[in-house]
């Protein structure tokens, strides 16, 4: 089942999915994973809902959010911080707990890209969450810029954009707007994976804010607390060693996956049995599902 759910974050009202597994006894409080979604992305039509319905067919409760200024949420469009995405999960680990559905001791938040990178900072920072799964995350925004950027003049024509747009911003008081493939590179035969629902335009503050972004700083903190880092081998959008320097500095309980054959986004038709395999493996392991368990 899905059900349709508004909660508040700072003031902005943002939408939001559950998903509640068949199986489900009434009355009966399930291990839940909110869904974090990739880049100015949305919930829905999009990896992280392909995401949300696998972890549901594993047994679990999942709510997938539009963060703000994104999708159905309120806020300014493509206006992202990304630590008002850390705050809107934190808010939404707060109402989703309070579902009958929903064991609030067994909560986990998992994304993709950056999703990944915020659901990582806040299981750092918000002892709440009992676990978490990153997919092709990131850990350190100027050191993925730079690999997203690899050559010199591709690192001089990106810096250069962050200038001019700081420049635009103190003459101008508004922020000078540009392509979100000038920020975060995508090849053309991987576009079809985004939303059709995403943003393809983003101020230069969203890259600024990504740029100072350090989930490394706090993954330690998630230990004695499960995390999977699942990166492949392929990605040729986010450098698969920032998975690897997050693993370096990750505490007890952390796994990393790197599966090959596989592009940025693991569950697209060719890949998802693999991807689930894995998966699920995982989760028996650190965050099994009573349903799961039962079956």
Sequence with gaps: MEHPLTFMSDGLKLSGVLHVPEGRAPGQKLPTFIVL???????????????????????????????????????????????????????????????????????GVTGHSFGAAVAIFAGGIDERIAAVMSFCGWGDGERKFRGQHPTPEAWAKFTGILEEGRKHKAKTGESMWVSRFDVVPIPEELRSNL?????????????????????????????????????????????????????????????????????????????????????????????????????
């Design 37 to 107: 979604h990739g880049f100015v992305g949305t919930k829905d039509k999009s990896h992280v809902e392909l995401l949300a319905r696998m972890i549901e067919e594993m047994g679990y409760c999942v709510f997938r959010i539009d963060f703000r200024g994104c999708g159905e949420s309120e806020g300014a469009r493509g206006e992202v911080r990304c630590f008002d995405q850390v705050a809107d999960t934190k808010n939404a680990v707060t109402f989703i707990s309070g579902r009958e559905e929903v064991d609030p001791e067994r909560i």
């Design 195 to 295: 939303s059709p629902k995403a943003q393809f335009e983003v101020p230069v503050e969203t890259a600024w804010s990504m740029y100072n972004f350090r989930a490394d700083d706090v993954v330690a903190d998630i230990a004695p607390r499960p995390l999977l880092l699942f990166h492949t081998a392929g990605d040729v959008i986010t450098p698969m060693e920032q998975s690897i320097r997050l693993f370096e500095k990750a505490g007890a309980n952390a796994e990393l996956m790197i599966p090959t054959g596989m592009s940025h986004f693991p569950l697209s038709e060719e890949d998802e049995p693999h991807t689930r395999t894995l998966v699920q493996a995982w989760l028996d392991k650190f965050f099994p599902s009573p349903l799961r368990q039962n079956s």
